[in-house]
């Protein structure tokens, strides 16, 4: 697998962070509604003798916290993923550190440097050094 493979299923969950925080703060939204339905959704039943029932808007309310509860889920499994390539790799402790605070915490390659008390082409040497080493099982790449 080339340098530029790996990355790419690195950056995975790199760029799904600001997904799985949105799909979060959606979730804790719907979990809200769900408490206090008459003040938050529109679209339920407010006793004008409509033929819908709590019941409808239980129904979708379910559809659409499973819908998002399972993407979440799919975003967090390339963290665990990522984190077991990277522990299951033949890497210093450095290498480590720094792959997972770019790829599973989102750091910057400066926010790295002052953490670590490196330069950040030390950082980037690390970086690359690891990524070169890492072993990715080939199931994952999919």
Known sequence: MTRQEKY??????????????????????????????SITIDDIP??????RDLSDFAAKWDALYDSLR??????????????????????????RAVL???????????????????TSRHVLRLRARAVDRLVIPAQKMS
């Open 8 to 37: 790419r299923w690195l950056y995975r969950a790199r760029n799904s962070q600001v997904e799985e925080e949105q799909l979060s703060r959606e979730m804790r939204e719907l979990e809200l509604s769900y408490m206090l339905p």
């Open 46 to 51: 407010h006793g004008s003798g409509g033929e």
């Open 70 to 95: 399972e993407a979440y889920d799919r975003r967090r499994r390339y963290h665990w993923e990522i984190h077991e390539a990277i522990e299951s790799s033949d890497l210093t402790e450095a290498q």
């Open 100 to 118: 997972r605070y770019f790829f599973l915490m989102g750091k910057t390659i400066e926010q790295i440097a002052v953490l670590m008390q490196y």
